[in-house]
């Protein structure tokens, strides 16, 4: 295990092994990676997690040498992850991230993170990732900087990613972030409206509204109601309710009205000065 440092303790002679925590959404992906890990050695595997809030909890409570981190995960994704143990000044342990898809800038996992391993993972590319995190850990290289560049690229890249993929009508569609007006979820699935009189309803493969929301503009999107997310600048009318509470009239075709939880509605006063 690494101490406060990232070094791996020698001192009782021999190879110790790298204490490491995979955390991954996926059961079967969790199970591979831990299969994969056991056969490669020198990594004993000390804590599974399935999502972003179990992996910062796990991190903590371990201080592994080594993190298999899922990029995409609902609510808070891998690099929701590091950003929490960043802000909460928690020692960092050697990252690798594992996706199952390259659209998250691979050549930045390669400058700045451990490794980077795509899903499915590959026998000789698991055992790969394992002796660049002993390398590093070797050389007392410190992920902390790597890692917080990491982060802000990454989350930067996110606000310019503005296209969105909805399914209408058996075909996919790429939406703007900047026309969608609303989207809400009921029994698991989600459908986001976008504005104005040509406006469209289509369904996100998102799972929750958190992971939804996760890949908006946080500075145009706010979670008005628990069943709900609004593009602020798609607000047609703001009508008061009954007890001091407010409903949304939005500008899509059927000016439809949203009700603001009572949680959100000092948001909503500050939002427009009411």
């Known amino acids: 295990m690494a101490d406060y440092t990232g070094n791996v303790d020698v001192s009782q002679g021999g190879t110790v092994p790298l204490s490491a925590v995979i955390v991954d959404d996926e059961q079967l992906a969790r199970d591979e990676l831990a299969f994969l890990l056991k056969n490669a050695g020198e990594v004993e595997v000390v804590a599974q997690g399935k999502n972003g809030l179990e992996a910062v909890n796990l991190i903590r409570e371990h201080n592994p040498d080594l993190v298999f981190l899922d990029v995409q995960m609902p609510g808070l994704d891998g690099f929701g992850v590091i950003k929490k143990l960043l802000d909460k000044k928690v020692p960092l342990p050697q990252i690798v991230f594992s996706t199952a898809f390259d659209q998250y800038a691979v050549k930045a996992f390669e400058v ?63 939406v703007d972030q900047k026309d969608i007006c609303f989207a809400s979820i009921e029994d698991g699935v989600i459908s986001v409206v976008t504005g104005g009189l040509a406006g469209m309803e289509g369904q996100s493969n998102c799972r929750t509204l958190e992971e939804l929301l996760a890949s908006l503009d946080p500075n145009l999107f706010w979670r008005a109601h628990r069943s709900y997310l609004v593009n602020i600048n798609h607000i047609k009318e703001v009508v008061p309710w009954f007890k001091s509470s407010y409903q949304l009239r939005m500008d899509d075709k059927k000016q439809t009205e949203i009700p603001v939880s009572r949680a959100q509605t000092k948001r909503l006063r500050e939002l427009f000065r009411l």
């Open 112 to 174: 700045n993170a451990v490794d980077y391993l795509l899903k499915p993972f590959d026998k000789k590319r698991v055992a790969q990732s394992v002796q660049k995190a002993k390398q590093r850990l070797e050389t007392h290289a410190a992920p902390s900087d790597r890692l917080d560049s990491l982060v802000r690229l990454l989350e930067a890249q996110k606000t310019q990613t503005s296209k969105l993929l909805l399914k209408a009508a058996g075909r996919l569609f790429l």
